[in-house]
């Protein structure tokens, strides 16, 4: 059985091994990118090189070439992180969850410019409505940080940096298509002008459904989306304002492929979602005569939805809000931000059922100090606390503290932990697998939140040789704790309800990722190890659906701005399902390609999975009739083998 403390004894192994090997040292982040990596989330105005608290980013280089593969999400984007899973949820809808070192996706915030966007009901479909063009980098926090982002941040946190207009003005096209009968269309563009600059991102993604299988159910729904996106930014002397909306509408049907087609009159099967999305975003900064800084933000979130399938109707709008005020500060030694935020969501169910009403009302707010202290030239400390006041549950105090250790340039050790909570909530993967169909109202009285603590340690080690290698190496050890985790039960024939029966769940294990250049190969690797188990009184379970074992390798020849090849292979471990059996292990495959021209046009064509790797020549996705089917978990890809391509300009 694995033990938390083999972690430890390789961790250590490794540790001492690394800084005695005669090799000459050259510092590289994490990120792997080589450009100047500006961190947003941390909110202090240290280099990369100098946060105590350990972050990965994906920049605009990493993100534009995932931008290629999934033009229309920014699933693969993650799902490529190493210690990062997107565990599928929905066989029919397509909806996918983020899984970071082994937990739930419910544990994770996702944010879009530091702001909660995707949380509650609107949530489902996130991942599946944030096209990446406009992105100008993706940066990923592990494990606890509730301090500047409240407690929802249990697993960690995924920030989306939206792009700013540059110094040019800028527009690009991308257009995508797919042998799955998708098409993607995307055209983002800044302008610079006296008075104000301007951004505006527009989508439209398509797919009719589609069956690799052939088993008569959908594997990719048929959709249709339309995003719009635009921001105005102003700038005075000493003082930025910028706005943004964020539009999506989206029609999507998946199900038994004649009827989703129209060319079946007999009742089957389908799963049909109708979302609107309108979210407002405003950031204003002063900047003060003693160097210090004034932000404040609000974003408001309004999402409708509609879902149908075979006798049953569900509908409702969530609308949202979040207010913050801010006081940044510097010196040479001390960087320090102190705030207070306000949470707000509202839940209007459409034609209520007598005993399920699950209209809701939530309120919290937040209090924050942290601060981050170079300590001397080796060491720093990043250290902060937030009260929270919540509507329903109460008051939570939650402490972080990091420690940042670098002897060299080359070598980094971090050490972080802190508290986190989660408030109980409808909506999540669980009550999306019901449809929510005989889902029970919470009963707060009768549930608490749940509470979790967690450590992260972690070691990075970069090398030069002398022929012109450059190799970084990290490992990370984590540990979280969950207590008292909620869970969807069944409580009679015909109904669910939430409930704390576990006492608690942990997360714990390893990850080792590599960054090997030389000219112009360069080679990424990635080995996580998460072994998630639910406790209980007498009884220790593995939690379902999440691969003990993950490994990434990414190989990629690229010469600068003429063309770029790369062959991936991702190894996904065996999986506890939900009735307790094991799902088998699998490869999946890829190959990718771009050719740039001058003018900045670009082709790229990508052999998505050539392998064919799918759940249905494993094991059936489905049991019962076309009208009453039963799906099986899902563990493995649906789609199978996908090309697509298209080309990209840039002017």
Do not use: C
């Not at 931008?67 to 984007?77: Q, S, V």
């Not at 986190?420 to 909506?427: A, C, D, I, N, V």
């Not at 062959?567 to 996904?572: D, G, T």
Request: hydrophobic share 35%; no cysteine.
């Amino acid at each position: 059985m694995y033990n938390f403390k083999k972690n430890i004894s390789r961790f250590l192994f490794l540790l001492v091994l690394i800084p005695v090997l005669n090799i000459k040292p050259l510092y590289s982040s994490p990120s792997h990118n080589a450009e100047e990596v500006i961190v947003v989330s941390l909110r202090n105005q240290r280099s990369f090189e100098q946060q105590p608290t350990r972050l990965e980013v994906l920049g605009g280089e990493e993100i534009n070439e995932k931008a290629n593969m999934k033009p229309g999400d920014i699933r693969m984007l993650l799902n490529e992180i190493t210690g990062i899973h997107v565990q599928q949820t929905s066989p029919i809808s397509f909806n996918s969850s983020i899984r970071i070192q082994g937990l739930n996706g419910k544990y994770t915030q996702i944010l879009r410019d530091g702001m909660p966007l995707y949380g509650g009901f609107s949530s489902g479909l996130g991942l599946l409505q944030i096209a990446p063009l406009d992105l100008k980098q993706v940066e990923v926090i592990k494990g606890a940080n509730s301090t500047l982002y409240g407690g929802g941040a249990i697993a960690g946190l995924v920030n989306l940096i939206s792009k700013k207009p540059s110094d040019k003005n800028e527009n690009s096209f991308l257009i995508n298509k797919t042998s799955s009968r998708g098409i993607d269309l995307s055209s983002y563009s800044s302008i610079r002008n006296k008075k104000f600059d301007s951004t505006i991102f527009t989508s439209f993604n398509q797919s009719g459904a589609y069956d690799p299988a052939k088993n008569g159910f959908s594997a990719i729904p048929e959709f249709d989306r339309w995003t719009f996106n635009p921001r105005i930014f102003f700038a005075g002397d000493k003082s930025e304002l910028s706005i943004g909306l964020n539009a999506i509408n989206e029609d999507r049907i998946g199900g038994y492929m004649k009827y989703v087609n129209n060319k079946d009159d007999d009742p089957a099967y389908f799963e049909q979602i109708k979302t609107d999305r309108l979210s407002s975003q405003i950031e204003y900064i002063r900047y003060l005569n003693s160097g210090n800084e004034i932000v404040i933000k609000n974003s408001i979130n309004h999402y409708q939805q509609e879902l149908k399938i075979p006798a049953y109707f569900f509908a409702g709008t969530q609308t949202s809000s979040f207010s913050e005020l801010h006081l940044l500060g510097a010196s040479q030694k001390l960087d320090w931000v102190i705030g207070i935020n306000l949470w707000t969501e509202k839940f209007d169910q459409e034609q209520p059922h007598s005993l399920q009403n699950l209209d809701l009302q939530t309120k919290t707010w937040g209090l924050f100090l942290q601060g981050t202290f170079l300590v001397d030239d080796y060491w720093s400390i990043e250290s902060g606390i937030r009260i929270d006041k919540t509507s329903n549950y109460g008051s939570f105090v939650l402490p972080r503290i990091s420690f940042l250790y670098t002897p060299d340039e080359s070598l980094s050790l971090r050490i972080g932990g802190g508290l986190g909570y989660k408030e109980p909530s409808l909506f999540n993967d669980e009550a999306e697998s019901i449809k929510y169909q005989n889902l029970l109202p919470i009963n707060s009285a009768q549930l608490e939140a749940e509470e979790s603590s967690g450590i992260n340690f972690d070691v990075n080690k970069s090398f030069e040789f002398d022929s012109g290698i450059n190799l970084n190496l990290n490992l990370l050890l984590f540990y979280t704790k969950v207590e008292s985790p909620l869970r969807l039960l069944k409580v009679s024939d015909n109904h669910y309800s939430f409930m704390q029966p576990d006492d608690y769940l942990d997360s714990q294990g390893f990850e080792l990722s590599g960054v090997f250049k030389w000219n112009d190969w360069k080679y990424y690797f990635g080995y996580t190890l998460a072994d998630v188990e639910i406790h209980q009184q007498n009884k220790i379970s593995k939690a379902p659906l999440m691969p003990k074992e993950r490994v990434n390798n990414i190989f990629v020849y690229e010469r600068e701005e003429d063309f770029r090849i790369g062959l991936e292979a991702y190894y996904y471990g065996e999986q506890v399902l939900t009735d307790g059996s094991k799902s088998r292990d699998f490869w999946i495959y890829g190959l990718m390609m771009e050719k740039m021209f001058k003018n900045n046009f670009s082709v790229f064509l990508n052999f998505e999975n050539f392998s064919d790797t799918r759940q249905t020549k494993f094991d059936p996705i489905y049991s019962g009739t076309k009208l009453d089917p039963i799906f099986s978990d899902i563990y493995a890809p649906l789609d199978g083998f996908v090309i697509n391509g298209g080309f990209k300009i840039k002017l």
